[in-house]
Nanobody
Framework: LPLVESGGGLVEPGGSLTLSCTAS????????TTWFRQAPGKEREGVLG????????IAADSVSGRFLISRHSATNTVLLEMNSLKPEDSAVYYC?????????????????WGQGTQVTVSS
């Protein structure tokens, strides 16, 4: 798989978690990278994205101010730092890459996906 997510787990409400998206077959800094999530019974939704050129970011309103995205070329990784977690943040989180320079939450824009990592926010 070109992308592998890690870092998921169980965390209490108000806690923090950092997810990693590591690329093994591509140079991730050349791609727009976006984190998506999908909760049971719901559609996959965009969370945070970062463009290949310029590092332009987009964020869903539901996570703005709580989640951060960063790219680390040395480790070929994109991180999703999640703070002040809520039970409604529970979902399988996926990273995906696109050759479009402008990040979007349109699933059809993304050519490669990871297998996902489960995040559960519960007391």
């Amino acid at each position: 798989l070109p992308l592998v997510e890690s870092g998921g787990g169980l965390v209490e409400p108000g806690g923090s978690l950092t997810l990693s998206c590591t690329a093994s077959e591509l140079v991730i800094q050349y791609y727009t990278t976006t984190w998506f999530r999908q909760a049971p019974g719901k559609e996959r939704e965009g969370v945070l994205g970062i463009s290949a050129v310029g590092g332009r970011k987009i964020a869903a309103d539901s996570v703005s101010g709580r989640f951060l995205i960063s790219r680390h070329s040395a480790t070929n990784t994109v991180l999703l730092e999640m703070n002040s977690l809520k039970p409604e943040d529970s979902a399988v989180y996926y990273c995906a890459v696109s050759l479009h320079n402008n990040p979007s939450f349109a699933i059809s824009d993304y050519a490669y996906w990871g297998q996902g990592t489960q995040v559960t926010v519960s007391s």
